[in-house]
């Protein structure tokens, strides 16, 4: 998806961003995300976003590891994962009902440096995009992938699972776009999907990706039931 302002690194970026935290939600730099938006707080969020021009939203995961048990954070304010990315919002509609229908455009990943005290209902954090400088550079390190293996590890989960999807379509992509694209619509837990966000570069993202449809193909074959679905 084509953005009208063009993101050359992370000074171009605020560093203060209204967060959504969303569990199994995977944003990456240049994948699209949609989202449908109805609560209160987050229309809100999207008004604000729109309102001051940068039409940015931080996308993050809330992190179930790291849940106090003894003294468990709010179920509306989640402990979250330091790690998320920031998308800018390249397609919207109202529904009619009160929902937005977005589309979010993946510009770099950030690093939480300190949650804000804010009085607006939805979250916002200081954040920093400089250990990412590489997010900024579109196919870099494409060259690197073993793509052949990334295929024939969704053709045996497609395969698996009888599912099916557009091959032509796939085989033509950049490989950049296939990782992204099929590492955010992966159906894997929280945990996966971080590690996924969180790989340095995108040879080692596409080897995560491998690494976890192979276990669970591994675990199906074994009798271990379905892969999760989310």
Excluded at 8 to 34: C, K, T
Excluded at 48 to 73: F, K, V
Excluded at 119 to 130: F, G, K, N, S
Excluded at 140 to 168: H, I, M, P, Y
Aim: include cysteine.
């Amino acid at each position: 998806m084509p953005m009208n302002v063009i993101y050359r690194g992370s000074a171009d970026l605020p560093e203060n961003i209204p967060v959504f935290p969303l569990p199994g939600a995977l944003l990456l730099p240049r994948g699209q995300m949609p989202l449908n938006i109805f609560e209160p707080r987050y229309l809100a969020m999207v008004d604000d976003s729109l309102r001051d021009g940068h039409r940015l939203i931080g996308m993050i995961q809330p992190d179930p590891s790291h849940q106090d048990s003894a003294h468990p954070a709010p179920e509306d304010k989640p402990t979250l994962y330091k790690i998320g990315c920031v998308g800018r919002i390249t397609q919207i509609a109202e529904s009619g009902d009160g929902r937005y229908l977005l589309q979010l455009t993946g510009v770099a990943r950030f690093r939480i440096e300190e949650e804000l005290k804010v009085a607006t209902a939805y979250r916002q954090c200081r954040v920093t995009y400089v250990p990412f400088a590489d997010d900024f550079v579109g196919h870099k390190g494409e060259d690197e992938v073993d793509r052949k293996a990334l295929l024939e590890a969704l053709s045996a989960f497609l395969k698996a699972n009888n599912l099916k999807t557009n091959w032509q379509e796939i085989e033509s992509a950049p490989t950049e776009a296939v990782v992204n694209a099929l590492s955010m619509m992966s159906p894997f837990g929280a945990a996966e999907k971080q590690a996924l966000l969180e790989a340095p570069d995108l040879k080692s993202r596409a080897e995560i990706l491998i690494a976890v449809t192979e276990m669970e193909l591994a675990r199906k074959t074994a009798g271990g039931g379905e892969p999760p679905l989310q």
